[in-house]
Protein backbone atom coordinates (compact mmCIF):
# COMPACT_ATOMS: atom_id res chain seq x y z
CA UNK A 1 0.00 0.00 0.00
CA UNK A 2 1.30 3.43 -1.22
CA UNK A 3 0.42 6.90 -0.12
CA UNK A 4 -0.61 9.59 -2.41
CA UNK A 5 2.80 10.84 -2.85
CA UNK A 6 4.38 7.36 -3.66
CA UNK A 7 5.76 6.38 -1.32
CA UNK A 8 5.20 3.44 1.09
CA UNK A 9 1.86 4.04 3.53
CA UNK A 10 2.70 4.74 7.53
CA UNK A 11 2.84 1.06 8.69
CA UNK A 12 5.62 0.35 6.10
CA UNK A 13 7.41 3.68 6.72
CA UNK A 14 7.58 2.79 10.64
CA UNK A 15 9.28 -0.42 9.47
CA UNK A 16 11.98 1.54 7.64
CA UNK A 17 15.08 3.05 8.30
CA UNK A 18 18.31 4.82 7.37
CA UNK A 19 21.54 3.48 8.56
CA UNK A 20 24.38 6.21 8.07
CA UNK A 21 27.91 4.90 8.10
CA UNK A 22 30.78 6.14 9.78
CA UNK A 23 29.53 8.32 12.91
CA UNK A 24 32.55 10.25 12.21
CA UNK A 25 35.40 11.15 9.94
CA UNK A 26 37.99 13.19 10.45
CA UNK A 27 40.14 13.50 7.38
CA UNK A 28 42.98 15.83 6.28
CA UNK A 29 42.43 18.56 3.61
CA UNK A 30 42.34 17.45 -0.24
CA UNK A 31 41.93 13.30 0.80
CA UNK A 32 38.51 11.89 -0.61
CA UNK A 33 35.28 10.55 1.78
CA UNK A 34 32.34 8.26 1.14
CA UNK A 35 29.59 8.60 3.60
CA UNK A 36 27.10 4.91 3.15
CA UNK A 37 23.71 5.71 3.38
CA UNK A 38 21.61 1.86 4.08
CA UNK A 39 17.69 1.62 3.48
CA UNK A 40 17.01 -0.87 5.94
CA UNK A 41 13.11 -2.28 5.62
CA UNK A 42 10.76 -5.28 6.60
CA UNK A 43 9.34 -4.31 3.23
CA UNK A 44 11.50 -5.93 0.03
CA UNK A 45 10.06 -3.60 -1.88
CA UNK A 46 11.50 -0.44 -0.30
CA UNK A 47 14.83 -0.23 -2.48
CA UNK A 48 17.09 2.40 -3.20
CA UNK A 49 16.27 3.16 -6.85
CA UNK A 50 12.61 3.59 -6.10
CA UNK A 51 13.31 6.65 -3.87
CA UNK A 52 14.74 10.06 -3.99
CA UNK A 53 17.18 10.92 -1.41
CA UNK A 54 18.45 14.24 -0.20
CA UNK A 55 21.52 14.68 1.68
CA UNK A 56 21.53 17.80 4.48
CA UNK A 57 24.22 19.55 5.77
CA UNK A 58 24.17 21.62 9.35
CA UNK A 59 26.15 24.38 8.14
CA UNK A 60 23.79 25.52 5.64
CA UNK A 61 20.24 23.91 6.80
CA UNK A 62 18.11 22.46 4.12
CA UNK A 63 18.42 20.13 1.50
CA UNK A 64 21.90 20.65 -0.20
CA UNK A 65 21.82 17.39 -2.42
CA UNK A 66 19.34 15.31 -4.23
CA UNK A 67 19.41 12.04 -6.57
CA UNK A 68 16.47 11.14 -8.54
CA UNK A 69 15.17 8.08 -9.19
CA UNK A 70 16.31 8.84 -13.27
CA UNK A 71 19.88 9.40 -11.72
CA UNK A 72 19.91 13.17 -12.14
CA UNK A 73 21.41 15.14 -9.31
CA UNK A 74 20.40 18.35 -7.78
CA UNK A 75 22.81 20.40 -6.24
CA UNK A 76 22.35 23.23 -4.55
CA UNK A 77 24.30 26.55 -5.37
CA UNK A 78 27.42 27.28 -4.03
CA UNK A 79 28.57 23.04 -4.33
CA UNK A 80 30.63 21.51 -7.23
CA UNK A 81 30.72 18.24 -8.74
CA UNK A 82 33.14 17.78 -6.01
CA UNK A 83 30.02 16.38 -4.40
CA UNK A 84 29.23 13.22 -6.19
CA UNK A 85 25.58 11.05 -5.25
CA UNK A 86 25.18 7.18 -6.44
CA UNK A 87 23.32 4.46 -5.94
CA UNK A 88 24.22 0.68 -4.68
CA UNK A 89 21.46 -1.72 -5.39
CA UNK A 90 23.32 -4.86 -3.97
CA UNK A 91 23.67 -3.44 -0.70
CA UNK A 92 20.62 -1.04 -1.15
CA UNK A 93 22.30 2.06 0.04
CA UNK A 94 22.79 5.35 -0.95
CA UNK A 95 26.29 7.38 -0.93
CA UNK A 96 27.62 10.64 -0.84
CA UNK A 97 31.63 11.25 -1.91
CA UNK A 98 33.34 13.92 -1.63
CA UNK A 99 36.45 14.53 -3.57
CA UNK A 100 39.64 16.78 -2.37
CA UNK A 101 37.98 18.08 0.87
CA UNK A 102 38.58 21.68 2.37
CA UNK A 103 38.30 22.77 5.67
CA UNK A 104 34.60 24.60 4.72
CA UNK A 105 33.38 20.78 4.17
CA UNK A 106 33.03 20.40 8.03
CA UNK A 107 29.40 19.96 8.70
CA UNK A 108 27.48 17.04 9.73
CA UNK A 109 25.62 14.96 6.95
CA UNK A 110 22.62 13.45 6.96
CA UNK A 111 20.80 11.44 4.45
CA UNK A 112 16.89 11.40 4.38
CA UNK A 113 13.97 9.97 2.12
CA UNK A 114 9.64 10.71 2.32
CA UNK A 115 10.81 14.28 4.04
CA UNK A 116 10.50 12.51 7.66
CA UNK A 117 13.08 9.49 7.59
CA UNK A 118 17.07 10.58 8.06
CA UNK A 119 19.79 8.85 8.85
CA UNK A 120 21.63 8.89 11.90
CA UNK A 121 24.68 11.29 10.66
CA UNK A 122 28.35 11.46 10.17
CA UNK A 123 30.07 14.55 11.41
CA UNK A 124 32.82 15.47 8.94
CA UNK A 125 35.84 16.98 10.64
CA UNK A 126 38.41 18.21 7.62
CA UNK A 127 41.55 19.38 9.33
CA UNK A 128 44.77 21.52 8.12
CA UNK A 129 47.01 19.65 6.52
CA UNK A 130 50.81 19.92 5.36
CA UNK A 131 50.52 21.01 1.83
CA UNK A 132 51.90 17.43 -0.46
CA UNK A 133 54.86 17.34 -1.56
CA UNK A 134 55.13 15.31 -5.06
CA UNK A 135 58.38 14.01 -6.38
CA UNK A 136 58.76 12.93 -10.02
CA UNK A 137 61.48 10.68 -10.81
CA UNK A 138 63.05 9.70 -13.29
CA UNK A 139 63.60 13.35 -14.26
CA UNK A 140 64.82 12.29 -17.57
CA UNK A 141 62.96 9.00 -19.18
CA UNK A 142 64.25 7.81 -22.87
CA UNK A 143 62.30 5.37 -24.32
CA UNK A 144 62.49 3.54 -27.64
CA UNK A 145 58.99 3.76 -29.64
CA UNK A 146 56.99 0.87 -29.14
CA UNK A 147 57.93 0.34 -25.70
CA UNK A 148 56.20 1.39 -22.57
CA UNK A 149 57.68 4.20 -20.92
CA UNK A 150 56.41 4.10 -16.40
CA UNK A 151 56.50 7.48 -15.22
CA UNK A 152 56.42 7.73 -11.10
CA UNK A 153 55.05 10.71 -8.48
CA UNK A 154 55.82 9.95 -4.97
CA UNK A 155 54.03 11.85 -2.68
CA UNK A 156 54.57 13.16 0.92
CA UNK A 157 51.89 14.71 3.82
CA UNK A 158 48.98 12.81 1.97
CA UNK A 159 47.54 9.02 1.31
CA UNK A 160 47.64 8.35 -2.43
CA UNK A 161 44.62 5.98 -2.05
CA UNK A 162 42.69 9.14 -0.68
CA UNK A 163 43.79 11.68 -3.28
CA UNK A 164 42.55 12.57 -6.52
CA UNK A 165 45.77 12.53 -9.09
CA UNK A 166 45.87 14.87 -12.18
CA UNK A 167 48.47 13.98 -15.04
CA UNK A 168 48.98 17.15 -17.39
CA UNK A 169 51.46 17.33 -20.16
CA UNK A 170 53.48 20.02 -22.39
CA UNK A 171 54.77 19.67 -25.61
CA UNK A 172 57.94 21.76 -26.74
CA UNK A 173 56.40 25.22 -27.51
CA UNK A 174 52.66 24.29 -26.37
CA UNK A 175 51.06 25.50 -23.82
CA UNK A 176 50.35 22.62 -20.72
CA UNK A 177 47.62 20.46 -21.47
CA UNK A 178 44.90 18.05 -19.46
CA UNK A 179 45.65 14.47 -20.18
CA UNK A 180 44.14 12.56 -17.32
CA UNK A 181 42.43 12.19 -13.74
CA UNK A 182 42.61 9.27 -11.76
CA UNK A 183 40.16 9.52 -8.86
CA UNK A 184 40.82 7.92 -5.30
CA UNK A 185 37.79 5.58 -6.46
CA UNK A 186 39.17 4.21 -9.11
CA UNK A 187 37.96 5.86 -11.76
CA UNK A 188 39.56 7.23 -14.58
CA UNK A 189 38.85 10.41 -16.77
CA UNK A 190 40.67 11.16 -20.28
CA UNK A 191 41.01 13.90 -22.35
CA UNK A 192 39.49 13.38 -25.36
CA UNK A 193 42.11 11.79 -27.84
CA UNK A 194 44.20 10.22 -25.03
CA UNK A 195 43.01 6.32 -25.65
CA UNK A 196 44.16 3.29 -23.00
CA UNK A 197 47.87 3.80 -24.14
CA UNK A 198 47.95 5.70 -20.68
CA UNK A 199 46.88 4.50 -17.87
CA UNK A 200 47.07 5.31 -14.24
CA UNK A 201 48.05 3.11 -10.95
CA UNK A 202 48.91 3.77 -7.56
CA UNK A 203 51.69 2.09 -5.15
CA UNK A 204 50.25 2.61 -1.61
CA UNK A 205 53.16 1.18 -0.30
CA UNK A 206 55.61 3.24 -2.08
CA UNK A 207 53.12 6.20 -1.26
CA UNK A 208 53.46 6.67 -5.24
CA UNK A 209 50.92 7.89 -8.35
CA UNK A 210 52.09 5.98 -11.79
CA UNK A 211 51.76 6.83 -15.57
CA UNK A 212 52.33 4.24 -17.95
CA UNK A 213 52.63 5.13 -21.70
CA UNK A 214 52.44 1.87 -23.70
CA UNK A 215 53.19 1.51 -27.33
CA UNK A 216 54.76 4.96 -27.30
CA UNK A 217 55.02 6.85 -30.35
CA UNK A 218 57.47 10.20 -31.49
CA UNK A 219 54.63 12.46 -30.51
CA UNK A 220 54.36 11.34 -26.89
CA UNK A 221 57.75 13.54 -26.17
CA UNK A 222 56.56 16.20 -23.55
CA UNK A 223 57.54 16.93 -19.84
CA UNK A 224 54.74 15.42 -17.92
CA UNK A 225 53.47 16.76 -14.53
CA UNK A 226 51.44 15.33 -11.72
CA UNK A 227 48.99 17.73 -9.61
CA UNK A 228 46.54 17.11 -6.80
CA UNK A 229 44.70 19.97 -4.64
CA UNK A 230 44.09 21.69 -7.87
CA UNK A 231 47.36 23.70 -7.90
CA UNK A 232 50.19 21.47 -5.77
CA UNK A 233 52.69 20.28 -9.25
CA UNK A 234 55.34 17.94 -9.18
CA UNK A 235 58.97 18.72 -10.71
CA UNK A 236 57.68 16.77 -14.53
CA UNK A 237 59.50 13.91 -15.71
CA UNK A 238 60.75 14.71 -19.76
CA UNK A 239 59.92 11.81 -21.74
CA UNK A 240 61.94 11.07 -24.87
CA UNK A 241 61.22 8.86 -27.41
CA UNK A 242 63.53 7.74 -29.72
CA UNK A 243 64.77 5.20 -32.17
CA UNK A 244 65.22 1.83 -31.71
CA UNK A 245 68.73 1.90 -32.99
CA UNK A 246 69.53 3.95 -30.39
CA UNK A 247 69.07 1.84 -27.48
CA UNK A 248 71.43 1.51 -25.01
CA UNK A 249 73.10 -1.83 -23.56
CA UNK A 250 73.76 -2.96 -19.82
CA UNK A 251 76.23 -5.59 -18.91
CA UNK A 252 76.34 -6.51 -15.44
CA UNK A 253 79.46 -8.59 -13.41
CA UNK A 254 80.17 -10.39 -11.62
CA UNK A 255 77.32 -13.00 -12.89
CA UNK A 256 77.13 -15.30 -9.60
CA UNK A 257 78.66 -14.26 -6.30
CA UNK A 258 78.83 -15.98 -3.35
CA UNK A 259 79.55 -14.32 -0.08
CA UNK A 260 79.21 -15.04 3.54
CA UNK A 261 77.22 -12.69 5.78
CA UNK A 262 78.88 -10.00 7.29
CA UNK A 263 80.79 -8.70 4.32
CA UNK A 264 80.34 -5.84 1.93
CA UNK A 265 79.63 -6.98 -1.66
CA UNK A 266 80.32 -4.84 -4.98
CA UNK A 267 77.89 -5.34 -8.47
CA UNK A 268 78.69 -3.58 -11.45
CA UNK A 269 76.74 -2.46 -14.13
CA UNK A 270 78.75 -1.28 -17.25
CA UNK A 271 76.52 1.01 -20.02
CA UNK A 272 77.02 1.01 -24.43
CA UNK A 273 75.01 3.59 -25.98
CA UNK A 274 74.78 6.48 -23.78
CA UNK A 275 76.17 8.06 -20.59
CA UNK A 276 76.00 7.48 -17.04
CA UNK A 277 76.07 11.15 -16.29
CA UNK A 278 73.30 11.64 -18.36
CA UNK A 279 70.96 8.70 -17.43
CA UNK A 280 69.04 7.50 -14.64
CA UNK A 281 69.46 4.37 -13.17
CA UNK A 282 66.87 1.98 -11.24
CA UNK A 283 68.06 -1.05 -9.25
CA UNK A 284 65.68 -3.95 -8.77
CA UNK A 285 65.81 -6.98 -6.78
CA UNK A 286 64.70 -10.93 -7.09
CA UNK A 287 64.53 -12.87 -4.11
CA UNK A 288 64.11 -16.68 -4.77
CA UNK A 289 60.73 -17.98 -5.68
CA UNK A 290 59.20 -13.78 -5.82
CA UNK A 291 58.28 -11.78 -8.20
CA UNK A 292 61.30 -8.34 -8.88
CA UNK A 293 60.75 -5.16 -6.53
CA UNK A 294 62.62 -2.08 -7.32
CA UNK A 295 65.34 -1.48 -4.50
CA UNK A 296 66.20 1.92 -5.39
CA UNK A 297 66.96 4.82 -7.85
CA UNK A 298 70.32 6.37 -9.02
CA UNK A 299 69.20 9.82 -10.65
CA UNK A 300 71.35 11.84 -12.84
CA UNK A 301 70.87 14.86 -10.34
CA UNK A 302 72.57 12.45 -7.92
CA UNK A 303 69.45 12.18 -5.43
CA UNK A 304 68.97 8.86 -4.47
CA UNK A 305 65.28 7.70 -3.98
CA UNK A 306 65.46 4.01 -2.08
CA UNK A 307 61.92 1.41 -1.44
CA UNK A 308 60.46 1.67 2.23
CA UNK A 309 61.73 -1.48 3.24
CA UNK A 310 65.27 -0.74 1.98
CA UNK A 311 67.99 0.61 4.18
CA UNK A 312 70.66 2.82 3.75
CA UNK A 313 73.39 -0.42 3.16
CA UNK A 314 72.52 -0.31 -0.44
CA UNK A 315 74.38 2.59 -1.79
CA UNK A 316 74.62 3.54 -5.70
CA UNK A 317 77.42 5.18 -7.22
CA UNK A 318 78.69 5.92 -10.73
CA UNK A 319 81.99 5.60 -12.35
CA UNK A 320 82.59 8.22 -15.32
CA UNK A 321 85.76 5.94 -16.05
CA UNK A 322 84.19 2.92 -16.99
CA UNK A 323 80.83 4.76 -17.68
CA UNK A 324 79.72 1.91 -15.41
CA UNK A 325 76.93 1.96 -12.57
CA UNK A 326 77.98 0.51 -8.74
CA UNK A 327 75.55 -1.53 -6.11
CA UNK A 328 77.27 -1.99 -3.13
CA UNK A 329 75.49 -3.94 -0.06
CA UNK A 330 77.31 -3.44 3.63
CA UNK A 331 77.10 -6.34 6.01
CA UNK A 332 74.98 -8.87 3.61
CA UNK A 333 72.88 -10.51 5.36
CA UNK A 334 70.78 -14.26 4.54
CA UNK A 335 67.87 -12.17 3.24
CA UNK A 336 69.82 -10.41 0.77
CA UNK A 337 70.17 -12.96 -1.28
CA UNK A 338 68.41 -12.45 -5.20
CA UNK A 339 69.31 -11.47 -8.62
CA UNK A 340 69.94 -7.93 -8.76
CA UNK A 341 69.02 -5.97 -11.98
CA UNK A 342 70.53 -2.61 -13.03
CA UNK A 343 67.89 -0.80 -15.65
CA UNK A 344 67.62 2.49 -17.53
CA UNK A 345 64.90 3.96 -19.50
CA UNK A 346 62.05 1.60 -17.83
CA UNK A 347 62.44 -0.66 -20.25
CA UNK A 348 65.90 -2.02 -20.73
CA UNK A 349 67.31 -4.29 -18.20
CA UNK A 350 71.15 -6.04 -17.26
CA UNK A 351 71.47 -9.73 -17.27
CA UNK A 352 71.61 -9.75 -13.79
CA UNK A 353 74.19 -10.51 -11.12
CA UNK A 354 73.43 -13.60 -8.56
CA UNK A 355 74.38 -12.63 -4.79
CA UNK A 356 74.51 -15.71 -2.71
CA UNK A 357 75.19 -15.15 0.81
CA UNK A 358 76.05 -18.35 2.96
CA UNK A 359 75.83 -18.59 6.80
CA UNK A 360 79.31 -17.50 7.98
CA UNK A 361 81.32 -20.09 9.95
CA UNK A 362 81.50 -19.72 13.65
CA UNK A 363 83.81 -18.30 15.18
CA UNK A 364 86.02 -21.41 16.71
CA UNK A 365 87.75 -20.28 20.32
CA UNK A 366 90.92 -22.45 21.48
CA UNK A 367 92.24 -22.35 25.04
CA UNK A 368 95.44 -23.42 25.98
CA UNK A 369 97.58 -24.59 28.30
CA UNK A 370 95.08 -26.92 29.53
CA UNK A 371 96.62 -26.65 33.00
CA UNK A 372 98.50 -23.77 34.02
CA UNK A 373 100.43 -24.30 37.26
CA UNK A 374 101.91 -20.99 39.21
CA UNK A 375 104.14 -20.99 42.21
CA UNK A 376 102.67 -18.70 45.06
Known amino acids: VQSQDGSPSLGLKANTSLIQSPGALVVREGETVEIRCVLNSTNVNNIVNKFIVHWYNSRNGGIKLSLYVNGQTY ?45 NGTKLNVTIANPPILIQFPRLERVTEGHTARLRCS ?3 AEVGNTDV ?23 RRRP ?12 SNSSFILTVTNVMLNDSAVYYCTVWGDIRGNGTQLVVTNPLDDPVL ?32 WN ?7 STWVMSHFVDGNVTRSGCISDRFKSFRNAMSNSYILTIANVSINDTAVYNCSVWSYIYGAGSQLNVTVANPPILIQFPRLERVTE
Request: hydrophobic fraction near 30%; include cysteine; proline fraction near 4%.
Open 75 to 119: RSPGLSERFQLSRNDTSNSYSLTIREVVIDDSADYICGIWGEKFG
Open 166 to 188: HWYRELPGQDMEWVLTHEAGGSV
Open 155 to 157: MEN
Open 285 to 291: QQRPGKN
Open 251 to 282: IQSPSVSKVAEGVTVQLQCVLYNASVSDTDVH
Open 193 to 204: GFTERFQPFREA
